[in-house]
């Protein structure tokens, strides 16, 4: 049974960074067969995927547009888990944040437990 | 970006009652369609995917239908659990994206 346990702050201070980590267990960040996501929701935006990163052959990602030039995901072999790097968020960034595995026809499941991050003073 | 538009946004039902719910994307998308319910609180959970397939310990009285850029989502005998947001996504390209959500309401 795949797990996905998330840790990170829940406030960052306007133009710093949002960091957020997924420790999975019952798979492998390096597995050929899923991808690791990033999706966020809010009352005005919804659900809305950030991006993802998984192994095949090499390491990729996809992002998202709207945070493309903010925003870092990486897998961490070492620790079975992988990160997500938001930077110079603004109080547009508040949001609960989400990781979750893709499989077969990008489906997400399961999901982690979710963090609320609050952009805040 | 491929949109997915969800209809309706809200519904009034009854334990017993037989519900669906639309869910229209603005390109052909095959059948790379999957259907989540989330709860207050909760992160969403996978019900159906590609379509029409039930995800495993998923009730029966679920099911999904549909291809190209017009599915729906079933429940047949709605159960007080049921009672929640149900949102579609669209698995056929990147930027992965959502409906804007289906609330099931008492």
């Known amino acids: 049974q795949v797990q996905l346990q998330q840790s990170g702050p829940g406030l960052v201070k306007p133009s710093q960074t949002l960091s957020l980590t997924c420790a999975i267990s019952?798979?492998?960040?390096?597995?050929?067969?899923?991808?690791w996501n990033w999706i966020r929701q809010s009352p005005s935006r919804g659900l809305e995927w950030l991006g993802r990163?998984?192994?095949?052959?090499?390491?990729?990602?996809d992002y998202a547009l709207s945070v493309k030039s903010r925003i870092t995901i990486n897998p961490d072999t070492s620790k079975n888990q992988f990160s997500l790097q938001l930077n110079s968020v603004s109080p547009e960034d508040t949001a609960v944040y989400y990781c979750t595995r893709a499989s077969g026809p990008d489906k997400f499941d399961p999901w982690g437990q979710g963090t609320l991050v609050t952009v805040s003073s | 970006d491929i949109q997915m538009t969800q209809s309706p946004s809200s519904l009034s039902a009854s334990v017993g009652d037989r519900v669906t719910i639309t869910c229209r994307a603005s390109?052909?998308?095959?059948?790379?369609l999957n259907w989540y319910q989330q709860k207050p609180g909760k992160a969403p959970n996978l019900l159906i995917y590609a379509a029409s397939n039930l995800q495993s310990g998923v009730p029966s009285r679920f099911s999904g239908g549909g291809s190209g850029t017009d599915f729906t989502l079933t429940i047949s005998n709605l159960q007080p659990e049921d009672f929640a947001t149900y949102y579609c996504q669209q698995g056929n390209r990147t930027p992965l994206t959502f409906g804007g959500g289906t609330k099931v309401e008492i």
């Open positions: 990163t998984y192994y095949r052959s090499k390491w990729k990602n």
């Open positions: 019952g798979d492998s960040v390096s597995s050929n067969s899923a991808a």
């Open positions: 390109q052909s998308i095959s059948n790379y």
